[in-house]
DNA sequence: GATAATGTTCGATC
DNA sequence: AGATCGAACATTAT
């Protein structure tokens, strides 16, 4: 990291956020800065990135009102007046923001004219993200797959016990899926286990009441957390439209493969492993295997 | 040039 | 009905 007043800052915008306390975070600056405003043009650049028809999906929107954003896991949900939905889903590089009247960044794939001069942006370099309009959140493809989400609707320890149920599937893979609890993703997966002490390729079966219960309180304590540092940013990028997130200060095992663990009186180096075509990170020696 | 990257879906194969 | 795996989507950074 530079020191401040060293050498100039680069100005570049940051890279995506895609976990629930960067969607969070995201939700809440839009709360802030588009609230209340009108969209009066839409223009699609890159019609794949809609889901359905985009000459549709652009006339449904045009002369619509913001007027609430929610958030289903790692899901955007922009109400706008007459009962019109716009879900978005930033996968692994779609970014959200407005701009003022000045040329659009790079990868914009949609922009939205504001009735105040300003420009919504969608920009994703990859063009995996999805945005979608619906009449009503049961209609959306992109929710449609999503379970509870895992702050605002976190499972009691009975429930979580009873998703858990006979799986076999490892604990990291289960907590990747967005149909069971829906918000964490590779990086808070491993932050959350390595807390815990569970070893990653744990078979779900496994799980003791006691690993429920610390999955539970771990999973709240990790993603607010980490809300509270606006996210998680990798790489020391400086942004246009809010600040950069610095929850990867706290990241324990994430991308620390070699390292020794931090965990006070470990001895443990972290080590990486591959699930589910997925990086995992952790320390064999504080998250052990359940005996069978 | 090879590899990996905070994600999801789809089809094939158990 | 499940689970499980690989491929696909597509680009950038290291």
């Known amino acids: 990291m530079s020191c401040a007043g060293d050498k100039p800052r680069r100005i570049v915008v940051i890279p995506p956020m895609p976990e629930l ?84 960044p790079s990868h914009t794939r949609a922009a939205f004219t504001l009735d105040d001069g300003r420009t919504l942006v969608y920009r994703d370099a990859r063009r995996l993200g999805r945005l979608e309009v619906v ?12 379970g509870r989400d895992a702050l605002e609707d976190s499972p009691s320890e009975d429930e979580l016990a009873a998703l858990l149920g006979k799986r076999r599937t490892a604990i990291k893979v289960f907590l990747l899926d967005q149909r069971h609890i829906t918000g964490v993703g590779n990086i808070y997966a491993s932050e959350i286990l390595h807390r815990c002490g569970i070893h990653p390729e744990e078979p779900c079966l496994n799980l003791t009441r006691a690993d429920v219960r610390c999955l539970i309180g771990t999973m709240q304590d990790v993603l607010s957390e980490a809300i509270g540092e606006r996210g998680t940013t990798i790489s020391d990028y400086v942004t246009g439209w809010g600040r950069v997130g610095d929850f990867q200060y706290r990241l324990r095992v994430y991308r620390r493969a070699g390292e020794a663990c931090v965990r006070e009186g470990c001895r443990g180096t972290v080590q990486r492993t591959v699930q589910a075509g997925r990086s995992t990170y952790y320390c064999p020696q504080c998250q052990e295997r359940r005996r069978t």
């Open 135 to 146: 009449g009503d959140r049961a209609q959306s493809v992109i929710l449609r797959n999503l």
């Open 21 to 104: 306390p960067e969607i969070e975070t995201v939700r809440r600056d839009l709360t802030d800065r588009i609230l209340g405003r009108k969209i009066v043009r839409v223009e699609v650049l890159a019609p794949q990135i809609v889901e359905g028809d985009a000459d549709a999906f652009a006339s449904a929107l045009a002369g619509r009102t913001i007027i609430r954003i929610d958030r289903l896991g790692k899901a955007l949900i922009i109400c706008l007046d007459g009962a019109v939905i716009l879900v978005c889903h930033f996968r692994m590089t779609g970014q959200l923001y407005p701009v003022g009247e000045e040329p659009l």
